[in-house]
């Protein structure tokens, strides 16, 4: 065997050990499928914002920690006598070559744009999807699959491109206020499930807004949140005191501060 298949096959085995219910881990051995499945999210975050930063050190524990939770979820399986981890390595192997005619086959393809449409004409065929047109079910896979704002956004493109559009962006502005409306009567009259019905509302009219611009809304709230961390900060070495104790307007003031010398710092 190989290096790498070596590597893989310790982990397995670690992770079976760590399953083995003669000596195994009680953490480990609690797990489900379920149980797991804020660990498989938030490693895959990691992994994304570790491949931003450029730490090559950090992708490479990173994906580790991700790896780890694929063969997890697969040994938890295997022990159902579902499936195990060859299975899925198995059958994603396979699915490569089918879709990949212009590699494995006769097919031709010159353009990443080409492929694409190879793959998805193979992925419907595969799905018995050939004669169905009807845009929903894509719809709703991407509501059920995505993260929210990238599904969104999804949703969105997918939906003008069938010609569910605004015919220019003052009317997408007039629904954004609207929505804000309605956000704004939910929350002084009614119960918080409307209330949060009527949030998402403005959240989907914004990206919108966002989509028509050729923003990317999940770049601008990982910017927002990144820039608030980083004032947050400065505002925390400035504050002589706990910050429960500071008037809201001394906050005020220490963050703007904040915010004057990280716009220095960038030049801007």
């Not at 982990?11 to 195994?24: C, F, H, K, T």
């Not at 969104?152 to 007039?174: H, P, R, T, Y």
Request: aromatic share 6%; with cysteine.
């Amino acid at each position: 065997m190989s290096q790498q298949t070596d590597a893989l096959q310790k982990l397995i085995d670690v992770v079976a050990q760590l399953r083995n219910p003669d000596g195994g881990c009680p953490w480990d051995l609690k797990q489900t499928p379920e149980t797991l499945i804020p660990y498989v999210t938030e490693e895959a975050y990691e992994v994304v914002d570790a491949i931003q930063r450029g730490d090559k050190k950090d992708i490479e524990e990173e994906l580790g920690d991700l790896l780890l939770q694929v063969v997890l979820q697969a040994q938890i399986f295997s022990e159902q006598q579902d499936f195990d981890l060859g299975d899925v390595a198995t059958g994603i192997a396979e699915k490569l070559i089918r879709r990949h005619p212009h590699v494995f086959g006769d097919g031709q393809a010159e353009t990443a744009e080409q492929v694409k449409q190879t793959w998805d004409a193979i992925k419907a065929q595969e799905k018995g999807a050939v004669d169905d047109q009807r845009l929903t079910p894509k719809l709703e896979r991407y509501a059920r699959t995505l993260p929210p704002l990238r599904a969104a956004m999804k949703i969105s493109k997918k939906a003008a491109k069938a010609g569910f559009e605004w015919n220019d962006l003052d009317g997408v502005w007039a629904k954004v206020h609207e929505e804000l409306d309605e956000f704004r009567a939910a929350l002084a009259n009614e119960p918080v499930e409307n209330q949060e019905a009527e949030l998402g509302d403005v959240l989907f009219s914004l990206i919108q807004i966002a989509r028509g611009r050729g923003l990317d809304p999940v770049a601008a709230l990982q910017g927002t949140n990144r820039r608030f961390t980083e004032r947050f900060g400065l505002l925390e070495g400035m504050a002589d005191g706990p910050l429960q104790e500071l008037s809201i307007d001394e906050l005020e003031a220490f963050w703007q501060a904040a915010k004057r010398r990280l716009r220095q710092g960038s030049g801007t």
